[in-house]
């Protein structure tokens, strides 16, 4: 009824309550005894009831309520006329009321309707702090760092750089130049090869032995009843080598935790990384990873390799080694610039997948498509260079390690080994293959979701460095515990002998020679796992084995990347792609029917269809955990070397990315994204071309001028944060502003600062600084906290011009977003003015200013979203 409220009662009364002025009662039914009354109210009408529900149409309120029971009495309370001239005159009406005075049975209704109205208020209190919650709390992925910084590829052409161009100008110092990139990308090869052999013997040995102590206990106690021991030896062990190796992480450089290709792919961005790529890095990466493999970690030593082999680049690019007493050796300074240093750095992390995985075209195509943002031809025949010869060098200690270094049969530290025969498929075979792609893609997916969540959940309460070093105590001996679970709770006996004949197995319970076939995937290495599940017989593992192990190895694997460790990510996924590869070649393996005409033994086909659907399912959990395509591609067939295999790897790891990249990012792009690193795509977002410098600036700006005071100096460096400082000219009718004369950088004034290149006002001031001065404080440069100057040095004025840079890159402010971007992407800016038709400086650009316009794509919608800039 418009402008009315109607009142039902099951049993046949019904009230109905007209706002302008008139109540009637009927009866629903005129068949029921009770009695019908009528009520003519001359007034508005204030009804008040416990149950009510609003419906809002319009400037009307319409209230239905219902009330069951048959001895329900209802007053109405006629309202005065004085009151009912004052509601007139109110826009919108006041909700009329409905009061009830209910009985036994109304009582009821009354108490449940209290309950729901109350279990509502707490539902929407718990709703509001849940948003409130999303709004307060950190959004990890959702915005930039202020502290990370970016490198400056610029050259700064200044009136010192000038002059030392013009002693080099001869073709002698060209060619000598030329020669010593070849020479240095050389050494990276030869060192990061060195370093490979050394940590895989270290690693092979001691792990040798530690699983033969373990094996020996096992067989001893198991028929003495004493499995505790093995047990709490087994946890012993890990626990102590896993909590040394996280303390030298934590407290020597935190950079080294994980297996720093996240950090190595945002250097190769653009990024600066403080104490990436230094030798307190290099210590604890290399140390690290023993001690993780060694401690039971379920990790791999590749990742960290390429991180590795980028500090061993770094330190030769430079041409000097930083040691952590503070002291350093130095050899050279020709290359100390951002820009070539990164070029050393993209053949160092090539050098370390190359000596890996034997893989010296995946290693360049790795640096290619997953690290370096800048690249040409003469570097890519630099960078394969570095990697031919890491993996050569590799190959020929490897295998004088083993006895014949003529042989030349060992390329890498990780080798998936020639199957037994060719590794071919039918066409027949194809959608099997994708069906495992898919597979892949959703629990790789999985994968980074659940890392992702753990990630944070570390950043908000784990981020003290005892809790750090607890936490991968605790991870070691979970994963012997459940290893020595798996070994005693599941029965499952083989007498096939194992494919690698020093590999370590006890037989726990099985009698009559055989032994435990999961002894054969925890009493080994992350790599010998691998190698077992790819090349083992038929008949060695058994389903419900490998399911278990599929299990507990994937969620072991989620727990242990990310935790204050030096370790890889590679292994792990392709044992667990593998194990569950395996068991779908079981499946397909009896599904096939016996033919009796085959030409060899129908064991040995089945031991091939085995290991074949366990190599594609090694390649599409990878696939879907890293999201990288062509490289591993490469990787995986030069480690398989069989090309002809090369084709189902392509079509698996294609449609894992894609699967995957529906679900959410990859492994490394998510870890980037939670440390808030602003790293450049490759193209600039879409839907941006109506965004303008002026759009995207930040101002106002921090300027000197030609001449200035050492006290402004030294204030604006202490009070402000910029790392480029606009000089403008001297204008004394307008203080603060005037036309744009170049750009110093904060680094630059610090050195002048602490060679005092200052005088008093009129004086000369003085020249006896050069270009190495400069180079001699790279890449650690100087604080504000390390100058120390007198009141009377304070009143000093420094002349800026000669250190200067008298051309940066300057726009207007309508330059485009889209432009913009290509410049910084095409020359690897730092700094970008913006400047007006006077060219008078208005604002600076800089990469965070670009890299808050992300673009990503979930459940195939493509969005756009601008991140927030936050301190930490």
């Known amino acids: 009824m418009p402008g009315g409220s109607s009142i039902d009662k099951d049993l046949g009364l019904k009230m109905t309550v007209h706002l302008d002025g008139m109540a009637s009662a009927s009866t629903a039914d005129t068949n029921t005894t009770e009695s019908t009354d009528t009520v003519s109210v001359p007034h508005p009408v204030n009804v ?415 981020n003290k460095n005892w809790i750090k070093i607890i936490e991968a105590g605790l991870v070691a001996m979970v994963s012997a515990a459940v290893a020595f679970g798996l070994m005693v709770g599941i029965n499952d006996c083989t007498d096939k002998a194992p494919f690698d004949s020093h590999a370590v197995t006890a037989a726990v319970y099985c009698t009559d020679k055989k032994h435990n076939s999961l002894s054969t995937l925890f009493l080994t290495t992350p790599e010998g796992c691998l190698k077992a599940l790819l090349h083992d017989p038929f008949e060695s593992h058994g389903p419900v084995s490998l399911v278990a192990f599929v299990l507990i190895f994937f969620l072991l694997g989620v727990w242990t990347y990310g935790l204050s460790v030096s370790s890889g990510v590679f292994i792990p996924s392709l044992a667990i792609g593998a194990a569950w590869g395996r068991l779908v070649g079981i499946g397909v393996a009896h599904l096939m029917p016996e033919n009796p005409n085959l030409g060899v033994n129908s064991s040995l086909i089945k031991q091939l269809d085995v290991g074949k659907f366990a190599l594609i399912g090694a390649a599409c959990q990878l696939g879907g955990i890293l999201r990288t395509t062509i490289s591993l591609t490469v990787i995986i067939v030069e480690c398989t070397d069989d090309i002809s295999f090369g084709l189902p790897i392509m079509i698996v790891l294609m449609i894992s990315k894609w699967v995957g990249d529906f679900i959410t990012t990859g492994l490394y792009d998510m870890n980037v994204e939670v440390m808030g690193i602003p790293t450049l795509p490759f193209e600039c977002p879409p839907l941006c071309d109506d965004l303008r410098a002026s759009d995207v600036m930040s101002h106002p700006l921090a300027t000197f001028k030609t001449k200035e005071k050492v006290e402004n100096i030294y204030r604006m460096l202490k009070e402000e944060t910029f790392c480029g400082f606009p000089v403008i000219e001297d204008d004394p009718m307008a203080p603060g502003k005037g036309k744009l004369k170049g750009l110093i950088m904060r680094n630059q004034l610090l050195v002048l600062l602490k060679k005092k290149i200052f005088c008093p006002e009129g004086q000369v001031p003085p020249r006896n600084i050069t270009i190495k001065d400069f180079r001699d404080f790279y890449p650690v440069y100087l604080k504000v906290s390390e100058i120390d100057l007198s009141d009377e040095e304070k009143s000093y004025v420094m002349d800026l011009k000669p250190y200067y840079n008298p051309s940066p890159y300057t726009v207007e402010q309508k330059f485009s977003l889209p432009r913009m971007f290509n410049l910084f992407r095409g020359l690897g800016l730092r700094h970008l003015i913006v400047t007006d038709e006077k060219n008078m400086p208005m604002g600076m650009v800089t990469r965070k200013d670009l890299a808050k316009f992300r673009v990503g794509s979930k459940r195939g919608l493509v969005k756009i979203e601008q991140l927030k800039i936050e301190d930490k």
């Not at 052409?157 to 000598?176: A, D, F, G, H």
């Not at 590799?394 to 042989?407: H, M, R, Y």
């Not at 892949?440 to 997916?445: E, K, P, V």
């Open 48 to 462: 008040t009831g416990k149950d009510t529900r609003h419906r809002n149409h319009g400037n009307r309120v319409k209230e239905e309520i219902t009330v069951i029971g048959p001895e329900s009495k209802f007053h109405v309370t006629p309202v005065s006329e004085e009151e009912h001239e004052l509601n007139n005159r109110v826009p919108s009406r006041p909700t009329p009321e409905l009061k009830f005075e209910l009985d036994d049975e109304g009582d009821t209704l009354s108490n449940h309707n209290s309950i729901t109205a109350l279990l509502s208020s707490k539902f929407r209190d718990i709703q509001k702090r849940l948003k409130q919650y999303g709004i307060e709390s950190p959004r990890f992925r959702k915005r930039l760092v202020s502290r990370w910084e970016s490198l400056n590829y610029d050259v700064c052409e200044n009136v010192l750089y000038i002059k030392e161009q013009e002693k080099y100008k001869s073709k002698k110092w060209v060619t000598l130049r030329w020669l010593s990139k070849w020479l240095v990308m050389f050494s990276i090869g030869i060192m990061t090869a060195l370093l490979a052999a050394t940590i895989h013997f270290v690693v092979e040995k001691l792990a040798h032995l530690k699983f033969d102590l373990i094996k020996h206990y096992f067989d001893d106690c198991a028929k003495n009843n004493c499995l505790y021991q093995p047990a709490l030896m087994w946890m012993g062990i890990n626990l102590v080598i896993t909590v040394a190796g996280a303390a030298l992480v934590t407290f020597l450089q935190p950079m080294a935790a994980g297996s720093g290709i996240p950090y190595i792919k945002s250097y190769l961005n653009g990024v600066k990384i403080p104490g990436l790529l230094t030798f307190r890095a290099f210590v604890a990466k290399t140390l690290g990873v023993v001690m993780s493999i060694l401690g039971g970690l379920a990790c791999g030593k590749e990742g960290p390799m390429a991180h590795s082999g980028s500090i061993i680049a770094a330190g030769l690019g430079r041409g000097r080694i930083n040691f952590c007493n503070g002291k350093s050796i130095s050899f050279y300074s020709a290359f100390r610039n951002d820009h070539e240093i990164r070029d050393f750095v993209a053949g160092g992390a090539a050098s370390g997948v190359s000596s890996a995985f034997g893989a010296p075209i995946g290693g360049t195509l790795f640096s290619l498509e997953e690290a370096a943002s800048f690249w040409n031809q003469d570097l890519t025949w630099r960078v394969f260079f570095s990697s031919m010869v890491a993996c050569f060098a590799t190959n020929f200690l490897i295998s004088a390690i083993n006895g014949d270094p003529t042989k030349l049969t060992d390329p890498g530290l990780v080798r998936f080994n020639a199957f037994k025969f060719d590794l071919k498929f039918d066409l027949i075979e194809i959608p099997v293959f994708i069906f495992m792609a898919v597979i892949g893609g959703l629990s790789g997916a999985l994968f980074v979701v659940m890392n992702y969540k753990l990630t944070v959940f570390r950043k908000r309460y784990l």
